[in-house]
């Protein structure tokens, strides 16, 4: 998505923010490297606002809601990512 504008390679459609068009015959890394940051910067904050909504309707329609009605009133709740997930948060926030 970083090389083609945020477009689908094979339907075209735009599936992230629009970046700028790759410049040039050649590709400069300078280059590539700043859409690519800009595109997994929009990546890393749509990952976690789906983890949060998955987490959020997993809390509101599932059974455990009652048995946390036993625990203090000042729950804290943790986000988890599976190791792939989590190294790619890590280079990007740079954690």
């Known amino acids: 998505m970083s ?3 945020g477009r689908d390679e094979v339907s075209g459609v735009q599936v992230g923010p629009k970046i700028r068009k790759m410049s040039g015959e050649y590709l ?6 700043k859409n690519l ?6 990546l890393s904050g749509l990952y976690v606002n789906t983890m ?12 455990e809601r009652l048995q ?11 986000m988890a990512f599976g190791l792939q997930a989590s190294l790619f948060l890590q280079t990007r926030f740079r954690l």
Not at 37 to 42: G, H, Q, R, Y
């Open 28 to 33: 400069d890394y300078a280059e590539v490297r």
């Open 68 to 78: 946390m009605a036993l625990h203090e009133t000042e729950v804290h709740r943790f």
């Open 37 to 42: 940051d800009e595109i997994l910067d929009w």
């Open 3 to 5: 090389l083609n504008e």
């Open 52 to 63: 949060n909504v998955i987490h959020y309707m997993h809390d509101k329609y599932y059974y």
